[in-house]
């Protein structure tokens, strides 16, 4: 079992940033991979992007793919969403989730946080 837990959102206006952090108890940190998702409001929710269990080998979305940086600190159980030019598209509740995998991101995920509210004001 493996617990996870969002911080770092907030309310910022377009063109800012934001640091979001997913920390892991539980279980040996550095066998699960983590993916990032959001959900919109009023949408499904949407991979945002991903990173392998050693830190080496991130995956994102092209809707972030150079604007958002996935990292982990495995000494720390931490993973980072570090978030930049964000934009008034980008709000929405972001989750981070966790398997166990040697791929660097999963079909399916097993655990989830219970997500961070993130507001782009225009």
């Known amino acids: 079992q493996v617990q996870l837990v969002e911080s770092g959102g907030g309310l910022v206006q377009a063109g800012g940033s934001l640091r979001l952090s997913c920390v892991a108890s539980?279980?040996?940190?550095?066998?699960?991979?983590i993916g990032w998702f959001r959900q919109p409001p009023g949408k499904e929710r949407e991979f945002v992007g991903a990173?392998?269990?050693?830190?080496?080998?991130?995956y994102y979305a092209d809707s972030v793919k150079g604007r958002f940086t996935i990292s982990r600190d495995n000494a720390k159980n931490t993973a980072y969403l570090q978030m930049n030019s964000l934009e008034p598209e980008d709000t929405a509740v972001y989750y981070c989730?966790?398997?166990?995998?040697?791929?660097?991101?999963?079909?399916?995920?097993?655990?989830w946080g219970q997500g961070t509210q993130v507001t782009v004001s225009s």
């Open positions: 539980g279980r040996t940190f550095s066998r699960y991979g």
């Open positions: 990173i392998h269990r050693s830190g080496q080998t991130t």
């Open positions: 989730a966790a398997r166990e995998t040697s791929a660097v991101f999963a079909t399916k995920y097993d655990y």
